[in-house]
């Protein structure tokens, strides 16, 4: 049975501190000096007390949504907004980075059309999910109504509980979609109030003075709706996209389920930023994967008051740093449950 929106805010619950305790007491007894292994150890406490009290990481998932923006025609980016549909064809054909990647680490990339400007419904092994054929201009009107905002949404609620019940409970974020940088930015910048100029950057590499002309088409946008921060299906269906909207879904959706998630880079981050408006418990699901190349991920992560467990200078997208994120989590977590305790050891603790 499919679960609404509603439904899923309903069902989110705060991991259970005495959960996260009880792996951080595991982690104390293991056969190293406490606190040693740094962040890995609370990235594995986290993960056990989210997946308490069968907490595994064999299933493995990373979806990758692919939509196109009207707001590409603006001249905000530097590809045609046909790459969107060629590179979807890409990934089916296990050329793209995320597939690399996934294959390395035994993870399952599942694609899908939430809406792509391209008819793609012949593809074979591509998940087809069009909600419309990209979104309407947002400097020029609503990107979206919010019948579609929440039809996206949907799709990624509907894509956590069909793998969660397929046992894949650690799952990555991914996407693909030219102009969704500009979109990603006008969505922080309605969030939080930041100017755009301070979350705008090169997106697919543009040069300063397209970057300026990115800035205003995002400033006019939010002055000419001027969305309401608190609401943010209005900040979603304004200047949000497909692709950002089933990523906020499936955070939802996950977090619902008790599944870990590991959010990519700077658009999906900007997806996870929309699902904590609308629950901010969802934080305690969620791992960032990386801090982006592109230059507002990193304040925008400062206004979550997160820090991610990479930077590489990345602004792919596509899932790629939520795929070495995945591989970090699964290692915390075997190191968690194989290594021997100084009992076990016979080792002589620390006096």
Not at 66 to 87: C, F, I, N, W
Not at 166 to 172: D, I, T
Not at 175 to 201: C, H, Q, R, W, Y
Not at 304 to 316: H, S, T
Request: proline residues 3%; charged residues 20%; glycine residues 10%.
């Amino acid at each position: 049975m499919k679960t609404t929106l509603e439904e899923t805010l309903r069902a989110i619950q705060p991991v259970q501190a005495e959960h996260l305790e009880h792996y951080r007491d595991r982690l104390d007894q293991l056969t190293k000096p406490r606190g040693s292994l740094g962040r890995l150890e609370e990235v594995a406490a986290r993960f056990g007390a989210i997946r308490h009290p069968r907490p595994h990481t064999q299933g493995k998932v990373i979806f990758t949504f692919a939509a196109d923006h009207g707001v590409a025609r603006q001249g905000v980016s530097l590809y045609p907004s046909e790459v969107t549909a060629q590179m979807v064809r890409n990934f089916l054909a296990g050329g793209a980075a995320i597939n690399v990647l996934c294959r390395h680490y035994g993870i399952r990339n599942v694609v899908v059309d939430v809406g792509v400007d391209a008819d793609l419904s012949q593809l074979e092994g591509l998940r087809h999910s069009k909600v419309a054929r990209g979104t309407q201009d947002l400097s020029q009107g609503q990107a979206m109504t919010r019948r579609q905002a929440l039809r996206a949404m949907q799709v990624g609620i509907d894509l956590a509980q069909e793998f969660a019940e397929e046992g894949f409970h650690l799952m990555g974020t991914g996407e693909m979609g030219i102009g969704n940088t500009t979109a990603s930015s006008a969505v922080f910048s309605a969030l939080s109030g930041l100017d755009p100029d301070k979350t705008t950057g090169a997106g697919t590499g543009i040069d300063q003075q397209r970057r300026r002309h990115k800035v205003e088409v995002i400033r006019q946008s939010l002055q000419r709706h001027r969305p309401d921060p608190s609401d943010p299906l209005e900040v979603l269906s304004a200047v949000g996209g497909f692709e950002i909207a089933a990523i906020a879904g499936l955070i939802l959706g996950g977090a619902a389920l008790r599944s870990a998630l590991v959010v990519d880079g700077f658009i999906s981050t900007a997806g996870a930023a929309l699902a904590l408006a609308f629950s901010p418990t969802v934080g305690d699901y969620l791992f960032f994967s990386h801090c982006s190349n592109e230059s507002g991920h990193a304040r925008v992560l400062r206004w979550l008051g997160v820090r991610p467990l990479l930077d590489l200078d990345l602004r792919l997208g596509e899932g790629t740093g939520a795929a070495i994120a995945i591989d970090l989590v699964e290692a915390s977590w075997k190191l968690l449950c194989e290594m021997a305790t100084f009992g076990e050891a016979a080792v002589s603790q620390s006096s």
